[in-house]
């Protein structure tokens, strides 16, 4: 059995195309998962940055909280050790000073 000659050359032209294509299908599927490896690792990246930032703001939110309780705390322990310390016997040092001042003024 003998196979027409339009057949081989039919045969044969479509395996040069197919062996044609080949590079650019190659190349192609490569471009493609290059694409999607990149745009998977931005999509990682951002939402990193957004998990990242509402760390931060909870952490600033808490530390300004902090501040400001700390600030209240730290009046009371300045109003508690100023009635307790020896800075009475200072404001009555100078209270006397001030009246001796006065004295010496009307005698003068």
Request: proline residues 1%.
């Amino acid at each position: 059995m003998t196979v027409s000659t339009q057949v081989t050359d039919a045969v044969t032209q479509a395996n040069v195309k197919v062996l044609g294509d080949s590079p650019a299908l190659s190349l192609s599927n490569l471009y493609q998962t290059i694409s999607q490896s990149l745009s998977l690792s931005v999509q990682n990246a951002v939402m990193a940055q957004q998990q990242s930032n509402l760390i931060h703001q909870a952490v600033t939110t808490q530390g300004v909280s902090l501040l400001y309780s700390v600030n209240t705390a730290a009046i009371g322990a300045v109003a508690r050790q100023t009635l307790k310390s020896d800075d009475t016997e200072n404001l009555i040092a100078i209270l006397s000073a001030i009246q001796a001042l006065r004295d010496s003024g009307k005698n003068a």
